[in-house]
């Protein structure tokens, strides 16, 4: 089964991430994203978010099992080109073109059929407001408790203490004469 995910409107051209997306094809998903994460383009965490996107999609749609699953491929795109433009001499102008990607990746499985476990769902008791508060209430006290003790006593001292060091800093600055 093929899972895909896509990102569009990268802002970096795409022929920069086509130097990521070409070391991760076709590498399992697990080792996949620790390669992205330990890399140092600017290009390397939006693939990595991508990843995560795919394997997230992979997991809560279908059931599948993350650790099964490897990168089949990574299709990087053109995408819009924003048209900008910088002054030059003699009243003239000269266009910047600044590229976006479109990247499209596909996962697939090593073993078709292997499902993960369903989780399972925790039941609720039901609880009256009275005893909502009493089990409140213990907390409370108990935080309390420790904050006081974790704090250290604040000393005050009295007087003007750094009025002589102000005088002195500044006589002792001086040039001499």
Known sequence: MQITA??????????????????????DAIAAKSQLDHLVKKSSKPISKLLDS?????????GLVKENL????????????LKRF????????????????CVKMILEEKIPGLK????????EAEVTGEERIEATVPEKE????????AKPGIKKEIGRKGFLSGITKRFFRRKAI
Do not use: C, Q
Not at 142 to 149: D, I, L, M, S
């Open 6 to 27: 896509k990102l569009k409107n990268l802002r970096i051209a795409s022929r920069k991430v086509r130097l990521i997306s070409d070391l991760i094809k076709g590498l």
């Open 54 to 62: 795919a394997l997230a999609n992979a997991h809560n749609n279908f």
């Open 70 to 81: 490897f990168i089949k491929d990574v299709i990087v795109d053109e995408g819009m080109k």
């Open 86 to 101: 910088r002054p030059k001499g003699f009243g003239s102008t000269s266009p910047i073109l600044k590229r976006t990607s």
């Open 116 to 123: 993960a476990a369903p989780a399972e769902k925790k039941e």
């Open 142 to 149: 108990v935080k309390t408790e420790t904050r006081e003790k």
